[in-house]
């Protein structure tokens, strides 16, 4: 089974070779490891998310053993999501269902949309909103961001993607 | 010391820049070893020819040669007519047939002269030919003006870069769009209001269409297509949305989020489009300004930043592909 964890190391040299020995131990097989250097809490710690796959009746072990550590266990479970973007939608966005559109997101299981902001300066006024997706890999952001394309092809939306979202 | 004879066709904006330019710099251009010439200057109602070179006082005050020219003849026959080494090509653009500039480009290749323009239109409708008659008649094209103004990018690539592996460009290409935009988002403007403003400025055309629209940034997404990638991309090849749909709102919300909006091309993609680019980007330049990020495999990615348009702006990108021509080694003039 496919899960994540998000860690706070402290910042200092070999705790991150530290912090993924449990999971060789418990016989996790990691997918990925993000590491954020440049967004430090403000007690110092280094954020680090890890998205593995393992027996869950592991995981309880593997907390454990980080905790012994002294690594923090923020949270563990199974959000899959350590990808995220940034979209902004131009056009008649609430009426022409804006919950549809959220949904055609959501539904996909691998991709949801996790924090919206509207605009609307009249009625008859093209509205504005501001999406944040966050999905299970980068694949899946690609494809999430077609299907908002999609989107707002059929609904005459101006669909604003951002500039790191491709590859250039 | 080098003698260039040059032929000026078109005697618009641009045209007088070149000039003025060609004065200021006459100097430093005679330190480089070059004795710029302007032989003949064009324009609808005739050419002006002096074989030992027009004075540019001359028509400093002039807006056009109608009662000035001492030729009747224009275009293509003026090109072939008078005796010069290089055509600074400066007619009106037009993405559709390229003409007139297309005509005065290829008579002047194939007459032996090289060729300096800032007219994207020509090179958007027939890139590949040009450079191939260009190459038969042992000449060259340099065509730096028709993409980033003053901004040097192809030069760049070309000489800077020469080495690496381009994997793409991206940018801002339009500075009518950027100053739209930018006031929208500063002053929250609507569009309409920031494009009257921009209008009134001398910024905007009357008919806005071609720069808000982003047909003049995809022609610069063609051009850098064909040239720095090899593509044989058409206009119609690019997939195109401007900006007249955006609103402050939007811009506003955008902010909030730590992003700008702007007018965004890129190649290889062959893409236009407003698109959220991050406040602390390289490519979050305001105002008029034009900017382009290059990727390249070898030194990362590199980002130039210039004035877009302009008389003196772009006459100084001409004059520089002028002096490029005749420094460079692969050509004995
Ligand atoms: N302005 C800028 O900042 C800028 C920047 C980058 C690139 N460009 C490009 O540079 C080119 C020149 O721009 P511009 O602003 O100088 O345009 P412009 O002011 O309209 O000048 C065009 C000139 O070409 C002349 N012309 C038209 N048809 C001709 C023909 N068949 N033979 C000879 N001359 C002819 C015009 O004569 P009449 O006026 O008598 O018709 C005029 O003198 C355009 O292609 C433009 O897209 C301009």
Not at chain 2, 48 to 72: V, W, Y
Not at chain 2, 109 to 120: A, D, E, P, Q, R
Not at chain 2, 213 to 225: H, P
Request: charged residues 25%; glycine residues 10%.
């Amino acid at each position: 089974m496919r899960l994540s964890m998000d860690l706070e190391l402290q910042d200092i040299p070999g705790q991150l070779m530290q912090s993924l020995e449990p999971f060789k131990k418990y016989k996790g097989n990691i997918i990925s490891v993000v590491h954020h250097r440049d967004r430090k809490t403000p007690r110092g710690t280094v954020p680090v998310q890890i998205v593995f796959e393992i027996d869950p009746s592991n995981i309880e072990n593997i907390k454990r053993h980080l905790e012994e550590n002294g690594i923090v266990v923020v949270r563990a479970g199974e959000d899959r999501f350590i990808e995220e973007i940034s979209v902004l939608l131009i056009g008649h966005v609430l009426h022409s269902d804006l919950g549809d559109t959220i949904n055609r997101i959501d539904s996909t299981g691998f991709a949801e949309v996790e924090d919206l902001s509207l605009r609307m300066p009249g009625i008859e006024e093209p509205s504005s909103a501001y999406l944040r997706i966050r999905a299970t890999g980068k694949e899946e952001i690609g494809k999430s961001l077609s299907i908002l394309r999609h989107v707002g092809a059929e609904k005459d939306l101006l669909v604003i993607e951002p500039i790191e979202a491709e590859k250039i | 010391m080098k003698e260039v004879r040059i032929s000026l066709v078109g005697f618009g904006v641009v045209g007088h820049g070149v000039l003025e330019v060609v004065r200021r710099k006459w100097e430093a251009l005679r330190s480089l070893g070059l004795d710029m010439k302007v032989v003949s200057v064009s324009d609808i109602n005739g050419t002006l020819f002096d074989e030992t070179g027009i004075d540019p006082q001359r028509l400093h005050a002039a807006k056009t040669l109608e009662g000035i020219a001492n030729l009747d003849i224009i275009g293509k026959e003026a090109i072939q007519e008078v005796d010069s080494d290089l055509v600074v090509e400066v007619t009106p653009t037009n993405i559709v047939h390229g003409q007139p500039g297309l005509g005065h480009i290829e008579e002047a290749l194939s007459s032996g002269k090289h060729v300096v323009t800032s007219n994207k239109g020509p090179l958007v409708v027939a890139f590949n030919h040009l450079r191939g008659v260009a190459q038969e008649n042992g000449v060259m094209l340099k065509y730096e003006a028709t993409v980033g103004g003053t901004m040097p990018l192809i030069s760049l690539i070309e000489k800077n870069l020469v080495g690496n592996e381009i994997l793409g460009i991206r940018g801002i290409f339009n500075g009518t769009c950027n100053y739209i935009l930018t006031r929208m988002m500063e002053e929250k403007y609507t569009y309409s209001y920031a494009l009257t403003e921009a209008q009134d400025l001398g910024i905007a055309e009357a008919d806005p269409a071609y720069d808000v629209d982003g047909i003049d940034t995809a022609g610069k997404v063609v051009i850098l297509a064909n040239s720095i990638f090899g593509m044989s991309a058409r206009y119609e090849d690019v997939s195109v949305t401007g900006i007249r749909d955006i609103t402050p709102e939007a811009l506003n919300l955008a902010w909030e989020r730590g992003y700008h909006i702007k007018l965004i091309g890129e190649v290889p993609s062959l893409t236009v489009k407003p698109m959220l680019v991050p406040r602390r980007s390289p490519l979050a330049v305001g105002g008029t300004l034009n900017v382009a990020s290059i990727e390249t495999d070898l030194s990362g990615t590199i980002t130039v930043t210039g004035l877009g348009a302009g008389s003196i702006e772009t006459a100084s990108a001409i004059v520089s592909d002028i002096v490029s021509i005749y420094t460079s080694r692969q050509v004995d003039g």
